[in-house]
């Protein structure tokens, strides 16, 4: 079965910092890895995915994040952060195989301080 | 793009009545629609996978018989809490997905959630 680690609860970082939400991931074969965040009381908002091709993938809002197969991590980027990105980032991983539901982490809430 | 609308977006109920919840494709037919639980602070647990016009698959642990899911049309699927207790209380979010068959690099396009509290 997959399944995937957030191991930070939170994450705090200076408004105009790089900031990085860490992922790692467990999955038989290849990995289908997401990118979702969450604003209060609200779904989840697609940020980014990888299926295959090039190991940094480019998001919305200037997201993008790297995935590392030999460390089985996904982590989230962004070279300068805003105030507005403060919000819940769930990292999720799904099977290779057929209409399967998206198994996430358990979040990483970031701030940005102004 | 793909949206998908959740209503009611928040709801209190009085211990022991049913509430439904409806989850709509708005400009795609979503053959699969998944139910997720959220409690305060922690991650998405899903509850159901529900495909258009057959019986929904639960997660272990999820009691069918009170949340009873039904995935009628392309375009509509309702989570009903039947007979509901205050530990209900949560947040529910639906998502859905338009493709049959394969489709695992397809995003998930999600409802905005309903918060559900039951007194």
């Known amino acids: 079965a997959q399944s995937v680690a957030q191991p930070e609860d939170q994450v705090n970082v200076a408004e105009g910092n790089p900031l990085t939400v860490k992922c790692t991931y467990s999955?038989?074969?290849?990995?289908?890895l997401f990118w979702y965040v969450q604003y209060p009381n609200r779904g989840l908002q697609f940020l980014l995915k990888y299926i295959t091709g090039d190991n940094l993938v480019k998001g919305s809002y200037g997201f993008e994040a790297e995935f590392n197969k030999s460390q089985t991590s996904f982590h989230l980027k962004k070279p300068s952060a805003l105030v507005s990105d403060s919000a819940l980032y769930f990292c999720?991983?799904?099977?290779?195989?057929?209409?399967?539901?998206?198994?996430f982490g358990k979040g990483t809430r970031l701030s940005v301080i102004a | 793009g793909a949206v998908v609308s959740q209503h009611p977006s928040w709801v209190i109920c009085k211990s022991g009545t049913s509430v439904k919840i409806e989850c709509r494709s708005l400009?795609?037919?979503?053959?699969?629609m998944f139910w997720y639980r959220q409690f305060p602070k922690q991650s998405l647990m899903l509850m159901a996978t529900s495909n258009e016009g057959s019986k929904a698959t639960y997660e272990q642990g999820v009691e069918k018989d009170k949340f009873l899911i039904n995935h009628a049309s392309l375009t509509l699927s309702t989570l009903t809490v039947t007979s509901a207790h205050p530990e209900d209380s949560s947040f529910y979010i639906c998502s859905a997905t338009q493709t049959r068959g394969p489709s695992y690099n397809s995003p998930l396009h999600f409802g905005n959630g309903t918060r559900l509290t039951v007194t």
């Open positions: 999955v038989s074969g290849n990995p289908y």
């Open positions: 999720a991983v799904r099977a290779p195989s057929g209409n399967t539901p998206l198994v």
């Open positions: 400009d795609f037919q979503a053959t699969t």
